[in-house]
């Protein structure tokens, strides 16, 4: 079954400080990773992707690593805010004949701290 | 670019009615359209995925004849729950994606409470 494991459920970090959110698969299928964020009562919003012949890419305050060996990947968000705090999604994409299926890991709640 | 809508943003219904809700992307043609459902600190789980003018194809465990989908144009995609039930309380949000890519554009969601 295709799964994405998600860790931490939650964290909690000081304002400036650099959480970091991993995630690991297990379909090697997979051949695109984005990564949510999602404010409580909205919808998710894409942040940054990856495909897996990158090993890492940076958007401004956010950086993916992707290890593709260990079927891993994370995100770290530089210097956070408090204007960070909202719940974060991995994902995998594998495209079949009916469009590309995003699966979700379980989500990481983070809170930063003024 | 690429912004999807739902409407309404929050519904509450009584037990056994029916509920519409239309996602549709306002600026761009969506091949694709994929229906999730999140439960509260839970994460987004799909329902279905539907192509334009093709039927939805459904999730395992996912009762095709409860919640209906009809995705008519490359711009509108309608979700009806039928015969709702307290149980089918939720957030549902649709997502759209174009030209066969990868990405997926989310909308804002619906609340669904049913009495």
């Known amino acids: 079954q295709q799964q994405v494991k998600q860790s931490p459920q939650s964290l909690i970090v000081q304002k400036g400080g650099i959480p970091i959110i991993n995630c690991a698969y297990e379909?090697?299928?997979?051949?695109?990773f984005p990564w949510y964020q999602q404010f409580p009562g909205k919808g998710p919003a894409l942040l940054i992707a990856?495909?897996?012949?990158?090993s890492e890419k940076k958007e401004g305050r956010f950086t993916i690593s992707f290890n593709k060996s260990a079927k891993q990947f994370s995100l770290h968000i530089m210097d956070s805010q408090p204007g960070d705090s909202a719940t974060y999604f991995c994902?995998?994409?594998?495209?079949?004949?009916?469009?590309?299926?995003?699966?979700f890991g379980g989500g990481t709640r983070l809170m930063v701290k003024p | 670019g690429a912004v999807v809508s739902q409407h309404p943003s929050w519904v509450i219904c009584k037990s056994g009615t029916s509920v519409k809700i239309e996602c549709r992307s306002l600026?761009?043609?969506?091949?694709?359209m994929f229906w999730y459902r999140q439960f509260p600190k839970q994460s987004l789980m799909l329902m279905a995925t539907s192509n334009e003018g093709s039927k939805a194809t459904y999730e395992q465990g996912v009762e095709k004849d409860k919640f209906l989908i009809n995705h008519a144009s490359l711009t509108l995609s309608t979700l009806t729950v039928t015969s709702a039930h307290p149980e089918d309380s939720s957030f549902y949000i649709c997502?759209?994606?174009?030209?066969?890519?990868?990405?997926?554009?989310f909308g804002p969601g619906t609340r669904l409470t049913v009495t």
């Open positions: 994902a995998a994409s594998i495209n079949n004949n009916a469009g590309n299926m995003l699966t």
């Open positions: 997502s759209a994606g174009r030209d066969r890519g990868h990405e997926q554009y």
């Open positions: 379909n090697t299928a997979f051949d695109y």
């Open positions: 990856i495909r897996p012949d990158v």
């Open positions: 600026d761009f043609q969506a091949t694709t």
